[in-house]
């Protein structure tokens, strides 16, 4: 099946400080890939949409200039975390669309911010 | 925003029993998925079901789908100790986005 990685696989910095997450396809272009959320016990909560070659799309309640999406190339999407606070920590997931609609998860990254 | 509800929340069975996870969503879909995480770790997608469909097998998962309820069930039989996870339901959104249920946490104890 289709491999979609996340590097890295945990991170933990300090308060104010910037951390980029990477979301690859390893074996499919993606034109589309999407950021998604998770705290302990809850569910996937979709942060916003990045689209090849133009801007994201933030969901409701997501600050665009926090969260920062660059999907540079049809393998390559980034997900920049500004002035990281502790209440960002969390489990962000990306996922990237092959075909219609068939979507592929990666591993998700870990952010612990101190 | 969440799609809907699933429930129960959590689920504890003995090796061996089947497991019913349930799903209500808001809006017409096109189709519905189910995936599997454990702990920690990204999501397993289980099966897709499609809005023109009622039932769904694959191995031991049973999937249904009530379009009229705006509800699908999940039934994993002859569960495993393997098989604790959450679980989670997805309906489609606009272009391409999933939209998730609550999620049940299912253990299985051997």
């Known amino acids: 099946g289709a491999v979609v990685s996340q590097h890295p696989s945990r991170v933990i910095c300090k308060s104010g400080t910037s951390v980029k997450i990477e979301c690859r396809s390893l074996?499919?272009?993606?034109?589309?890939m999407f950021w998604y959320r998770q705290f302990p016990k809850q569910s996937l909560m979709l942060m916003a949409t990045?689209?090849?070659?133009?801007?994201?799309?933030?969901e409701q309640g997501v600050e665009k200039d926090k969260f920062l999406i660059n999907h540079a190339s049809l393998t390559l999407s980034t997900l920049t975390v500004t002035s990281a606070h502790p209440e960002d920590s969390s489990f962000y997931i990306c996922?990237?669309?092959?075909?219609?609609?068939?979507?592929?998860f990666g591993p998700g990254t870990r952010l612990t911010v101190t | 925003s969440q799609q809907g509800e699933e429930d129960p929340q959590a689920l504890s069975i003995q090796e061996g029993e089947n497991a019913t996870m349930n799903c209500s969503y808001k809006t017409s879909i096109n189709n519905l998925q189910w995936y599997r995480q454990n702990s920690g770790r990204g999501l397993v997608h289980l099966i897709l079901?499609?809005?023109?469909?009622r039932e769904k097998h694959s191995g031991r998962l049973r999937v249904t789908l009530d379009t009229s309820k705006k509800s699908s069930s999940l039934l994993i039989t002859a569960s495993r100790a393997a098989d604790t996870a959450s679980y989670f339901c997805a309906t489609d959104g606009e272009g391409g986005k999933l939209i998730f249920g609550q999620g049940t946490e299912l253990s299985v104890k051997p």
């Open positions: 079901i499609r809005s023109n469909e």
């Open positions: 990045s689209n090849e070659g133009s801007k994201a799309t933030y």
């Open positions: 074996d499919f272009q993606a034109t589309t």
């Open positions: 996922s990237a669309i092959r075909g219609f609609y068939e979507q592929y």
